[in-house]
């Protein structure tokens, strides 16, 4: 392989000082690997140039991501997206205002601003809360409790020739006897990179966040923890939409409660996000015929109330979480900007999805083995109070389109959800660990699947939401092996996920519970099967050679219809080498993804929202760092070759006039140099 040729030309100054170290996806847990946690800390969250989150979780086995611009990338885990996942800052949910997503949760967190970052793959525990069918996302800050009575600080700064203008960020941790303080500062400006043909593609945006805790420890009476951030993303420009995004802000505010109490320990969290975003079709690119501009706004709000203790044999832990969102959004169309005078549709017409959950998990040790249980109860009510409003004398209220395409105008939706998990885990010999879970756990539609009323003159460009959506419930099954020995590691894991009532967006051809064929966009529920294979792999060849290697393989089924499902991640894998030399640490990464011909890309016969068959490719990406002193500095050449290609995933496009998705490429070749100061460090 070319990463290991390279590699080896290195040999000539290798020294056996200390071992090589891959970028730090550490497994978490046990002290024998946990085949479905990884968690990404440290410098590999700050060194690298990632648009978004997502971007650089897709280092992580088993996880993808759809990309339509520069930033808002849509993480994928085990084929499955968006409301299938749950991803949790500090705790505390964060909902985009964006029918078209270009604001997922994860955008919203910059990497360089975190301690750790945790991919939960698939159903592991029940108390991250409702749904996370396909694996939850844990991003995490703390405050340094634990850190020597004093201050600390830390900067860094970056720029590159491809997306990548500039970023820089800094850090102040403070201690004192009972308290503690924390600030995070964080600035970027990304403009739009080059595919490997020359070719721009529309993906630049500036970015600016800063965040601030400060906490309390109180004694007996426990700690006390408040925090508050804004982030802003401005001029957001989105190759693979008909919008672009001059706004999209976040603020937010949490407050956590922690004590000990009889025998056991109590957290309360209490927290709300607010998202403003808008979106248009004519501040960053030529003016079209017809101008449209869509303001929305998301706010979410919540808490949870969480007991842990022993009892005999078992560790257990109990809890109550809640969750309120609405989503408001407005699209606005006249000729010209300046004439932005009708409204054009009630995208989201005051949507209200409403959330309260109780669980009770626990584990023990059984035999040689340690077993894991849980139950969920879910309770879930959703509605549209302007469903019945017209967006203007002319338009129909959302609550007629629910008609028309379903047959329903109820706004009003509620329903109760129960989850339950098992799982047993034994080390069947020296550093070798199988594992066994089931599971069943239930999701409730969004608001776009639900409610979203988007009107075009032609019938190919709506896209109607389905009030009358059943819970989608998912039965999942997950067998692994992990092993550990003295100088090399490795994991298999299989999973397979029957899925009834499926939320699927399709094409409108009359189906059961469609009432026209007009191949507008509608959401119905099918019966639907996933089931894939994660395996990998590190060697420590030497003192100062390490190789890791990793696959990644999920397949998607429709039972109802007998199609493939859209939107499943290829065959993919990784091969990585590091090695620790006198002149610093390299590392030579080469990923791939094998072609996919498993495709629903045809709004005649299916929803279309696969944008063809994608080739595969090969990229090679190298690196090398070195610390001097207090300083720490990175230098990347990414896509060596310059190579042209596309992931498979893409994005849907909320575009009445070309509703049709559009694959957007990958970078090309670039250069990206990172630059870190710890004082004391």
Request: contains cysteine.
């Given at each position: 392989?070319?990463?290991?040729?390279?590699?080896?030309?290195?040999?000539?100054?290798?020294?056996?000082?200390?071992?090589?170290?891959?970028?730090?996806?550490?497994?978490?847990?046990?002290?024998?690997?946990?085949?479905?946690?990884?968690?990404?800390?440290?410098?590999?969250?700050?060194?690298?140039?990632?648009?978004?989150?997502?971007?650089?979780?897709?280092?992580?086995?088993?996880?993808?991501?759809?990309?339509?611009?520069?930033?808002?990338?849509?993480?994928?885990?085990?084929?499955?997206?968006?409301?299938?996942?749950?991803?949790?800052?500090?705790?505390?949910?964060?909902?985009?205002?964006?029918?078209?997503?270009?604001?997922?949760?994860?955008?919203?967190?910059?990497?360089?601003?975190?301690?750790?970052?945790?991919?939960?793959?698939?159903?592991?525990?029940?108390?991250?809360?409702?749904?996370?069918?396909?694996?939850?996302?844990?991003?995490?800050?703390?405050?340094?409790?634990?850190?020597?009575?004093?201050?600390?600080?830390?900067?860094?700064?970056?720029?590159?020739?491809?997306?990548?203008?500039?970023?820089?960020?800094?850090?102040?941790?403070?201690?004192?006897?009972?308290?503690?303080?924390?600030?995070?500062?964080?600035?970027?400006?990304?403009?739009?990179?080059?595919?490997g043909d020359g070719e721009a593609?529309?993906?630049?945006?500036?970015?600016?966040?800063?965040?601030?805790?400060?906490?309390?420890?109180?004694?007996?009476?426990?700690?006390?923890?408040?925090?508050?951030?804004?982030?802003?993303?401005l001029d957001g420009r989105f190759?693979?939409?008909?919008?672009?995004?001059?706004?999209?802000?976040?603020?937010?505010?949490?407050?956590?409660?922690?004590?000990?109490?009889?025998?056991?320990?109590?957290?309360?969290?209490?927290?709300?996000?607010?998202?403003?975003?808008?979106?248009?079709?004519?501040?960053?690119?030529?003016?079209?015929?017809?101008?449209?501009?869509?303001?929305?706004?998301?706010?979410?709000?919540?808490?949870?109330?969480?007991?842990?203790?022993?009892?005999?044999?078992?560790?257990?832990?109990?809890?109550?979480?809640?969750?309120?969102?609405?989503?408001?959004?407005?699209?606005?169309?006249?000729?010209?900007?300046?004439?932005?005078?009708?409204?054009?549709?009630?995208?989201?017409?005051?949507?209200?999805?409403?959330?309260?959950?109780?669980?009770?998990?626990?584990?023990?040790?059984?035999?040689?083995?340690?077993?894991?249980?849980?139950?969920?109860?879910?309770?879930?009510?959703?509605?549209?109070?302007?469903?019945?409003?017209?967006?203007?004398?002319?338009?129909?209220?959302?609550?007629?389109?629910?008609?028309?395409?379903?047959?329903?105008?109820?706004?009003?939706?509620?329903?109760?959800?129960?989850?339950?998990?098992?799982?047993?885990?034994?080390?069947?010999?020296?550093?070798?660990?199988?594992?066994?879970?089931?599971?069943?756990?239930?999701?409730?539609?969004?608001?776009?699947?639900?409610?979203?009323?988007?009107?075009?003159?032609?019938?190919?460009?709506?896209?109607?939401?389905?009030?009358?959506?059943?819970?989608?419930?998912?039965?999942?099954?997950?067998?692994?092996?992990?092993?550990?020995?003295?100088?090399?590691?490795?994991?298999?894991?299989?999973?397979?996920?029957?899925?009834?009532?499926?939320?699927?967006r399709d094409r409108a051809r009359?189906?059961?519970?469609?009432?026209?064929?007009?191949?507008?966009?509608?959401?119905?529920?099918?019966?639907?099967?996933?089931?894939?294979?994660?395996?990998?792999?590190?060697?420590?060849?030497?003192?100062?050679?390490?190789?890791?290697?990793?696959?990644?393989?999920?397949?998607?089924?429709?039972?109802?219809?007998?199609?493939?499902?859209?939107?499943?991640?290829?065959?993919?894998?990784?091969?990585?080498?590091?090695?620790?030399?006198?002149?610093?640490?390299?590392?030579?990464?080469?990923?791939?993804?094998?072609?996919?011909?498993?495709?629903?890309?045809?709004?005649?016969?299916?929803?279309?929202?696969?944008?063809?068959?994608?080739?595969?490719?090969?990229?090679?990406?190298?690196?090398?760092?070195?610390?001097?002193?207090?300083?720490?500095?990175?230098?990347?050449?990414?896509?060596?070759?310059?190579?042209?290609?596309?992931?498979?995933?893409?994005?849907?496009?909320?575009?009445?006039?070309?509703?049709?998705?559009?694959?957007?490429?990958?970078?090309?070749?670039?250069?990206?140099?990172?630059?870190?100061?710890?004082?004391?460090?």
């Amino acid at each position: 392989m070319l990463s290991i040729a390279i590699a080896a030309a290195l040999a000539s100054t290798a020294t056996a000082a200390s071992p090589a170290t891959l970028p730090q996806v550490e497994v978490i847990g046990r002290a024998t690997p946990d085949a479905a946690t990884e968690t990404v800390r440290g410098q590999d969250l700050r060194e690298s140039a990632p648009g978004d989150l997502a971007e650089l979780l897709r280092a992580v086995n088993g996880v993808s991501a759809g990309r339509m611009g520069g930033h808002g990338l849509e993480p994928v885990i085990r084929g499955q997206s968006q409301g299938q996942l749950n991803v949790r800052t500090d705790g505390g949910l964060v909902v985009g205002a964006c029918p078209n997503r270009m604001d997922p949760p994860s955008a919203f967190t910059v990497a360089a601003a975190v301690d750790r970052v945790t991919v939960v793959k698939g159903v592991q525990s029940l108390a991250y809360g409702a749904g996370g069918t396909g694996g939850t996302i844990l991003v995490e800050r703390g405050l340094p409790w634990t850190a020597d009575a004093g201050g600390s600080v830390r900067a860094g700064a970056g720029a590159g020739d491809n997306g990548l203008d500039w970023r820089a960020d800094s850090q102040l941790l403070w201690r004192g006897e009972r308290a503690a303080l924390r600030l995070d500062a964080n600035a970027a400006e990304y403009g739009d990179y080059v595919d490997g043909d020359g070719e721009a593609v529309r993906s630049g945006f500036r970015r600016r966040s800063l965040h601030a805790m400060a906490g309390h420890d109180f004694g007996d009476a426990g700690v006390l923890e408040i925090g508050v951030e804004r982030a802003e993303t401005l001029d957001g420009r989105f190759a693979g939409a008909g919008m672009d995004a001059p706004l999209d802000r976040m603020t937010g505010a949490r407050l956590a409660w922690q004590r000990d109490l009889a025998g056991g320990e109590l957290s309360v969290r209490a927290w709300r996000n607010e998202v403003d975003h808008v979106m248009d079709n004519f501040s960053l690119r030529p003016q079209p015929a017809m101008a449209m501009r869509t303001p929305a706004e998301s706010d979410t709000q919540g808490g949870d109330l969480r007991f842990e203790t022993t009892a005999g044999a078992w560790s257990l832990s109990a809890g109550l979480d809640l969750s309120a969102n609405r989503r408001q959004a407005t699209r606005f169309a006249g000729p010209g900007p300046a004439m932005l005078t009708m409204v054009n549709a009630f995208l989201w017409p005051d949507a209200r999805l409403d959330q309260a959950g109780l669980y009770g998990e626990g584990s023990r040790p059984l035999g040689e083995g340690t077993l894991t249980a849980g139950l969920r109860v879910d309770r879930f009510r959703a509605e549209a109070r302007r469903a019945d409003v017209r967006p203007s004398p002319m338009a129909m209220a959302p609550s007629a389109f629910y008609a028309m395409y379903y047959g329903s105008t109820e706004g009003r939706w509620d329903d109760t959800g129960v989850s339950g998990l098992l799982r047993f885990e034994r080390e069947v010999s020296d550093g070798l660990t199988a594992f066994a879970g089931i599971s069943r756990t239930v999701r409730a539609a969004d608001a776009t699947e639900r409610y979203l009323a988007a009107p075009a003159a032609i019938p190919s460009g709506r896209w109607i939401g389905n009030p009358g959506l059943a819970l989608e419930k998912h039965s999942q099954l997950d067998l692994g092996l992990a092993w550990e020995g003295e100088r090399a590691t490795a994991s298999a894991v299989a999973f397979v996920d029957r899925v009834g009532d499926y939320i699927l967006r399709d094409r409108a051809r009359g189906q059961d519970g469609v009432l026209l064929a007009d191949g507008a966009s509608v959401y119905r529920n099918v019966d639907a099967s996933l089931h894939g294979l994660e395996l990998e792999a590190r060697w420590q060849l030497t003192e100062s050679l390490a190789l890791e290697t990793e696959l990644a393989w999920v397949r998607g089924q429709n039972r109802s219809d007998d199609r493939p499902l859209a939107q499943m991640p290829p065959l993919n894998g990784a091969l990585a080498l590091a090695w620790e030399t006198r002149t610093g640490e390299w590392t030579a990464r080469l990923r791939g993804a094998a072609r996919q011909d498993r495709v629903d890309d045809s709004v005649l016969t299916g929803s279309g929202l696969d944008a063809r068959r994608t080739p595969g490719f090969g990229v090679l990406d190298l690196g090398w760092s070195k610390s001097f002193g207090a300083h720490r500095l990175r230098l990347d050449l990414k896509n060596v070759s310059d190579r042209t290609y596309a992931e498979h995933l893409n994005r849907a496009n909320l575009d009445p006039f070309n509703p049709d998705p559009v694959q957007v490429n990958e970078p090309g070749r670039g250069v990206f140099l990172a630059w870190e100061w710890t004082p004391g460090g």
